[in-house]
């Protein structure tokens, strides 16, 4: 074991595992079971994983609403363990080429100050921001709502891989977990805890980012979105964000400075 992680006593396993009376026995027994130790040992054979009471758990993420007991991992973990600096940023699945080009505008300027980009590999706005931060020699961070041995959507296998050798690739599941719709909204719950700002860059009225956003909101993180035209579907999300009182981004400099007010 690493001198930066730790084994809970029994006490603390119970109540991590949240386990009433009635579900004692039942626990107990399948914690000691040979496919339990089997699933574990396969686990850590394909990947890493830090534990909720480990050392170099985020402070960010611990602190915040219903944090994971365990994170898979494959890569850099000191991207988000060593006081980086991370920008979570989400938007619209179906996008348009807006949001290829705001990402374009802002995304050389904040990498290039260091600033490490968090995202949760989807299709759209999150594959977007992980493939500019690439191509601007940045660092980035993908949570994903799947086993680290699942690609999803497929089409991002090549992408996903290369996160895993050059950037972080985060999930709460186990390997062979396959892609739930509930899934989705709890990686977004570990996107708005680990990072200090999140933006939103394109989306619809009632979209899944806006629950990123309202994630973030909750966690006292501070909250940009990229203005869009009015007669633009895939910006009323965004420019009733800066209704309610996000901050409207119109260049890196606006990002930018959310850190270095900090």
Known sequence: MKANQAIPDIKKLEELAEITDSERSFFWKKFNSIELELAVDRNLYHSKAITIIDSVYPQCLLESYNPPNVLFYRGDLSLITNDRNLLGIVGARQNSTYSSIVLAKLLPAVVADKIVTVSGLAQGVDSLVHLQTFADCGKTVAVIGTGLDIFYPSQNRVLQQKIACEGLL?????????????????????????????????????????????????????????????????????????????????????????????
């Open 170 to 262: 985060l999930s709460e599941y186990g390997l062979g977990t396959g892609p739930r719709k509930f899934h989705f909204p709890a990686r977004n719950r570990i996107i708005a805890g680990l990072v200090q700002t999140l933006l939103v860059v394109e989306a619809r009225h009632h979209s899944g980012s806006l629950i990123s956003a309202n994630l973030a909101l909750q966690e006292n993180r501070n909250v940009l979105a990229v203005p869009g035209p009015i007669n633009s579907l895939l910006s009323v999300g965004t420019n009733e964000l800066i209704k309610a009182g996000a901050k409207p981004v119109l260049d890196a400099q606006d990002i930018i400075e959310e850190f270095r007010n900090t």
